[in-house]
T-cell receptor, first 118, second 114 residues
Framework: GAGVSQTPSNKVTEKGKYVELRCDPI?????LYWYRQSLGQGPEFLIY????????DSGLPNDRFFAVRPEGSVSTLKIQRTERGDSAVYLC????????????????FGPGTRLTVL | AQSVAQPEDQVNVAEGNPLTVKCTYS??????LFWYVQYPNRGLQFLLK??????LVKGSYGFEAEFNKSQTSFHLKKPSALVSDSALYFC????????????FGKGNQVVVIP
């Protein structure tokens, strides 16, 4: 079946610009996650949605970063006033949560969006 | 806070030899442990996970991992490495108390030499 998809695959922008990154989770998955992977590092958690609401946004580095998931499916990560330090691969993942709200389900990752801020 | 350490930057192994990628973790409570593999310009692919039960977990592509609670380790193993196993491997941990965030190690580059 279809996996997690992310668009665009590459995004080049100039310092100070606004960018949006999109994630389409696996159909039926209620949980969605954003991570950021800098060169030579493992992914770092940014934010997690259960349904439409952000259940944990403690990983967002500052208030320039914001994410939404208005209908509980597609999510958009928004970065305002981009800085060169925002350059990284942004990964999205989704998982199927149990009826009891259990959180042991595997996170499946998309291919990522490579953001370059010049 | 939960964390993972992958002490080696690169693991070189000859094709056909056993492959081991090391991982130690730190977390409050019982850990949920994962291994992912990343090929160039591609996302993370799930290999296997430990939640509870048997300490030896079998996963995709012939990989397995052994959970050792006393050593807080979760090393990834494959009895006979293939050239196609050359990739970046990540260990990850999350805690059991409703916190879904994964904490990843820095990754290990595995190079299988023909």
């Amino acid at each position: 079946g279809a996996g997690v998809s992310q668009t665009p695959s590459n995004k080049v922008t100039e310092k100070g610009k606004y960018v949006e990154l999109r994630c389409d989770p696996i159909s039926g998955h209620t949980a969605l996650y954003w991570y950021r992977q800098s060169l030579g590092q493992g992914p770092e958690f940014l934010i997690y949605f259960q349904g439409t609401g952000a259940a944990d946004d403690s990983g967002l580095p500052n208030d320039r970063f914001f994410a939404v998931r208005p209908e509980g499916s597609v999510s958009t990560l928004k970065i305002q006033r981009t800085e060169r330090g925002d350059s990284a691969v942004y990964l999205c993942a989704s998982s199927l949560t149990s009826l009891g709200g259990g959180t042991t389900d595997t996170q499946y990752f998309g291919p990522g969006t490579r953001l370059t801020v010049l | 806070a939960q964390s993972v350490a992958q002490p080696e930057d690169q693991v070189n192994v000859a094709e056909g030899n056993p492959l081991t990628v090391k991982c130690t973790y730190s977390v409050s409570g019982n850990p949920y442990l994962f291994w992912y593999v990343q090929y160039p310009n591609r996302g993370l692919q799930f290999l296997l996970k430990y939640i509870t039960g048997d300490n030896l977990v079998k996963g995709s592509y012939g990989f397995e991992a052994e959970f050792n609670k006393s050593q807080t380790s979760f090393h990834l193993k494959k009895p006979s490495a293939l050239v196609s196993d050359s990739a970046l491997y990540f260990c990850a941990v999350r805690g059991p108390y409703g916190n879904n965030r994964l904490a990843f190690g820095k990754g290990n580059q595995v190079v299988v030499i023909p």
